[in-house]
């Protein structure tokens, strides 16, 4: 079955330092998708970014990069220059493509509370 | 603006009764689904549906029922069966043609339900 693990329950940095968020996955497909997503204190989920697993380039938009290896079956996700507007709850989440355990949807982990001190 | 709403933002209920949570998009998706979200923990995956008239059981799917009879409707209803029922309660919706699994969700701003 599917998995999502990240090991860091609660980061704290202070602001402009850069801070990386762990993300690792379990799956049996070859092909599946991985997303962040971002929870502010509203509690609406904010879409960052999906990844295919046939594509493992990283990614950088703006402050934000992603760094996808699947030899070690990790998708982590490191804000540049923190600022105190990062706060948020962030969630790493995978879609199988070929076996869902019978359901669709996002599988999520619990989560990383990111606290940026000014 | 084409988005999700979600109604009530905040409800209470008393042991015992059945409530519906509202679920309603204007993106044309297809594909609508309910989460479910416990304090520390990730979203779980509660129903979901690709098409109208016809949904799926997701992970937790045991004391909650849901309906699909119009594309930009998705209720879901908490019943007395459901032992657990406070938490914040999500739902999302998104394309489903092409690679459905791989398409991005779009999420509510949440109802947060409260047994007392």
């Known amino acids: 079955a599917q998995k999502v693990t990240q090991a860091q329950t609660e980061i704290s940095v202070v602001e402009k330092e850069d801070v990386t968020l762990d993300c690792v996955y379990e799956?049996?497909?070859?092909?599946?998708?991985l997303f962040w997503y971002k929870q502010p204190p509203s509690g609406e989920l904010v879409f960052l970014i999906r990844?295919?697993?046939?594509?493992?380039q990283n990614e950088i938009s703006g402050r934000y990069s992603w760094n996808f290896q699947k030899s070690t079956s990790s998708f982590n996700f490191t804000i540049t220059a923190s600022q105190v507007v990062d706060s948020a709850v962030y969630f790493c989440?995978?879609?199988?493509?070929?076996?869902?355990?019978?359901?669709?949807?996002?599988?999520f982990g619990k989560g990383t509370h990111l606290i940026i001190q000014p | 603006d084409g988005g999700i709403t979600q109604s009530p933002k905040y409800l209470f209920r008393k042991e015992g009764q059945n409530v519906t949570l509202s679920c309603e998009q204007n993106?044309?998706?297809?594909?609508m689904y309910w989460y479910r979200q416990d304090p520390g923990q990730g979203l779980r995956l509660i129903y979901y549906?690709?098409?109208?008239?016809?949904?799926q059981k997701g992970d937790i799917a045991e004391g909650y029922s849901v309906s699909r009879e119009k594309k930009e409707s998705f209720p879901l209803t908490v019943t007395s069966a459901q032992k657990n029922p406070t938490a914040f309660y999500l739902c999302?919706?998104?394309?489903?043609?092409?690679?459905?699994?791989?398409?991005?969700?779009?999420f509510g701003p949440g109802t947060r339900l409260t047994v007392l």
């Open positions: 999302a919706s998104s394309t489903a043609g092409g690679s459905p699994r791989g398409n991005e969700q779009f």
């Open positions: 799956t049996r497909d070859t092909t599946y998708y």
């Open positions: 990844r295919n697993s046939f594509d493992e």
């Open positions: 989440a995978l879609s199988e493509a070929e076996y869902g355990g019978g359901a669709d949807g996002l599988t």
């Open positions: 993106l044309n998706h297809d594909a």
């Open positions: 549906s690709q098409i109208v008239n016809d949904f």
